[in-house]
């Protein structure tokens, strides 16, 4: 089954814009948000072209996101406000079929940066479709949401003995 959900998110906050970071690949401007958990997101031509373990590690270790580090993302913008994403994920150490809270950074700073308009699609690299929508008031975001597919991924059973 493949119905879409929609679930709130909590408000996002600590916008940084344009930074300049040193990596070992030369100086990339990326721009950071936290969506429950920290996000940097880099706006790249060609999303397949991207090193992420390289570069995702680079950037989740860099010493401005000490100490705890932050996910990685890689956005290429598409037609109207549809952005292809890969993500890099603290944690986990690689890149992840999918997440939420990265999809809602990509998203928001997509419309914050580049003016695309809302809700924003989001192709990750699982195959999913994800929406990102939300309101900006007073330079507050609010009413925050993500909405994707519901899908089974695993089913299984456990016989326990006593």
Do not use: W
């Amino acid at each position: 089954q493949n119905d879409l959900i929609t679930i709130g998110m909590p408000a996002a906050n600590s916008i940084q814009l344009n930074t300049v970071l040193d990596l070992p690949s030369g100086p990339t401007t990326i721009h950071s948000i936290n969506t429950g958990v920290p996000h940097v997101v880099s706006f790249v031509e060609d999303v397949s072209q991207i090193d992420i373990l390289t570069l995702g590690a680079a950037i989740r270790n860099h010493s401005s996101f000490a100490p705890d580090g932050a996910n990685a993302n890689f956005a290429q913008i598409q037609e109207g406000s549809s952005l292809l994403l890969r993500t890099y994920e603290r944690g986990v150490e690689d890149e992840t079929l999918a997440c939420g809270t990265g999809a809602i950074a990509t998203g928001i700073l997509a419309h914050i940066v580049h003016g695309l308009p809302k809700p924003l699609q989001l192709n990750v690299s699982g195959g999913a479709t994800l929406f990102v929508d939300f309101d900006i008031a007073e330079q507050t975001l609010h009413n925050i949401t993500l909405t994707g597919p519901a899908v089974t991924v695993f089913e299984g059973m456990i016989r326990l003995q006593s």
